[in-house]
Structure formats: structure tokens, C-alpha cells
């Protein structure tokens, strides 16, 4: 599959228009599933890598409009991840603490290690999308006057801009999709949340009130994707009105990236080789003893 037809291209004025979120690029269900198990064994294997090498670390972030399957998306793209070398964070409302630090505060709290993959459910593209939507989600920061300007939005974009290259300076790659999802599809996997007993919990009547501001979010978007796809860092906008395709998509994606990290396991040092060795030669004494004594 060709991953860069999914890049929002940094420095050139595009639209969301141009991503057709109903494309499957002729696989079937069933293709895309050899696939998707494919990359699973490749992250598997890379992810490895990453943990052996320790000088590299994966930030991979998640936006969407409600309803466009975030949570599965993000349980089965980590269903192959060692546990011990990945962590979620999930961007909910603020907490009382984190409202009195910067923005960026909680986000660089949970920025992953190097050797460690971080995945963030939404995340401080919020401060850039839902409070523009929802001016009192920017009030609940009581940040000064002075900085509640009408340039605020273009400073955040230089903000966020400058955090992803000082992440990417300290070995820190920043990987990003959105899933794009039809408006007609949301409201079908919404009606599906309140349908079924098993989703039910999830449902929020907010999800429903904001698609009266679906144009609005598209617009915000675009400029979000034309102001922070860059080299470094671009955004991928994923078609996800068939989820079995995205999931095979952004699976590969993922493992393209841990493949450009890290191919082989690192080249031991004299110190290290020489440790091995002795362990080695260790163990194989006290087995070697245990054998005989009990042959007497």
C-alpha cells in the first residue's frame, strides 16, 4: 500500500476535500486483514528494536470527531505491543492541577521514553481545535488578558510546532493521524452507541449537540493540518468509514516508522560481550557440577 497518498503534504495548501474518507483502495475486509496481522508481527518485531536500543522513542497521537472509533482503533493497533515498552494517555477534561500549568504541561507529562512507544487518545491539538469550538474550555485555564488575543490560535501553532522539533531533538518521533470519517457515517455509529447495550456507555449527548458545528470543525482542521504538517511531523488523515481499511492503514504506517528507527539489534560492547561470557560460563559450570554430582 502506498502510505504517502495519506499525507496531508506540509507546505502546500490542500484540502480535506482532497481525502476521500470512503476510499479503501480496492482491498476487501478480508485482505486487509492478512495485512493488518502482517504489520502486527513487523510492530511486534520492531518495537523490540526500540527497547533494545533505547535511543529512539514513538509519540503517536489520535484525532476525530466523536464516533469515529479512537478507543478500538487504538486497542487494536497496541494488541501487538509489549506492554512493558508502551503506555496510553487519554485526553480528557483538564484536572483542577492541570488547568493552572501551561498547556502543553499535561502532554509533556506523558511524552513517552526513548526506547518506548506513547500513544495519546486525542491530544494538545485539543488546545487548537475544541477550545476554538468551546471558547469556556479556554476560560477554565484564567489565563492573563494579554494572552487571550486573536493571534492566540497562530502562536499555539508556533507552540506546538517548536514542541514537536524539541521532542524529535531529544529522539523523539511524533507520529499523527486523523481519522476521517463521513459526517452521514458519524451519525451512524452514533445511532449504533445508543442502539446497542454494549456501547450505550460510551454515548454523550454533547457528541450529538457538536455536530451542529461540523462545518466549523472541518474548517478548523484544515488550518490545524496546514499550520502543523510538517517535515518532521506530518499529519496523516486516514479514511475511516471502513475501519477494517484503517486500522490495516495506520497498522502500517506504524510499522514503517519503527523500521525507519531501528532494523537491527545494537552491537554489543567489549564490557558487554565479556559479561555474556562469563554468565555463560557460570551457569554452564553449575550444571556441569549439579550432572555429576549427581551421577555419584
Not at 502486527?40 to 520492531?46: D, G, H, N, P, V
Not at 507520529?175 to 445511532?191: A, I, P, W
Not at 497498522?251 to 559479561?275: C, D, F, R
Amino acid at each position: 500500500m502506498n502510505y504517502k497518498q495519506f499525507i496531508y503534504k506540509p507546505g502546500k495548501k490542500n484540502s480535506l476535500k482532497d481525502f476521500d474518507s470512503d476510499f479503501a483502495a480496492g482491498f476487501s475486509k478480508e485482505n486487509t486483514q492478512e495485512m493488518l496481522n502482517e504489520n502486527a508481527e513487523r510492530i511486534a518485531k520492531y518495537q523490540d528494536l526500540l527497547m533494545a536500543h533505547e535511543t529512539n522513542g514513538l509519540l503517536v497521537i489520535f484525532q476525530a470527531m466523536d464516533g469515529a472509533g479512537k478507543d478500538a482503533m487504538i486497542k487494536n493497533v497496541t494488541s501487538c505491543l509489549d506492554p512493558q515498552g508502551c503506555e496510553m494517555k487519554m485526553f480528557k477534561a483538564p484536572t483542577e492541577k492541570e488547568v493552572k500549568h501551561d498547556y502543553l504541561w499535561r502532554a509533556a507529562q506523558s511524552v513517552p521514553a526513548r526506547g518506548q512507544i506513547g500513544i495519546f487518545n486525542r491530544s494538545y491539538y485539543e488546545h487548537v481545535i475544541a477550545e476554538r469550538i468551546h471558547p469556556e474550555k479556554l476560560e477554565q485555564y484564567n489565563f492573563p488578558k494579554s494572552v487571550i488575543g486573536k493571534d492566540i490560535w497562530k502562536k499555539r501553532y508556533r507552540h506546538i510546532n517548536n514542541f514537536e522539533e524539541y521532542l524529535l531533538d531529544n529522539g523523539i518521533h511524533v507520529l499523527k493521524f486523523f481519522l476521517n470519517l463521513s459526517k452521514e457515517t458519524q451519525r451512524e455509529k452514533l445511532l449504533e452507541r445508543i442502539e446497542r447495550p454494549e456501547k450505550k456507555w460510551k454515548f454523550s449527548i454533547d457528541d450529538v449537540e457538536d455536530r451542529e458545528h461540523w462545518d466549523e470543525y472541518m474548517k478548523i482542521y484544515e488550518e490545524v493540518f496546514d499550520r502543523t504538517s510538517t517535515k518532521i511531523a506530518a499529519w496523516h488523515i486516514i479514511p475511516n468509514n471502513h475501519r477494517w481499511f484503517a486500522r490495516a492503514a495506520v497498522a502500517g504506517i506504524i510499522a514503517e516508522k519503527l523500521k525507519s528507527l531501528h532494523q537491527k539489534y545494537p552491537t554489543l560492547s567489549g564490557e558487554q560481550k565479556q559479561e555474556i561470557e562469563k554468565a555463560k560460563e557460570m551457569l554452564e559450570n553449575k550444571e556441569s557440577r549439579k550432572s555429576k554430582s549427581n551421577k555419584d
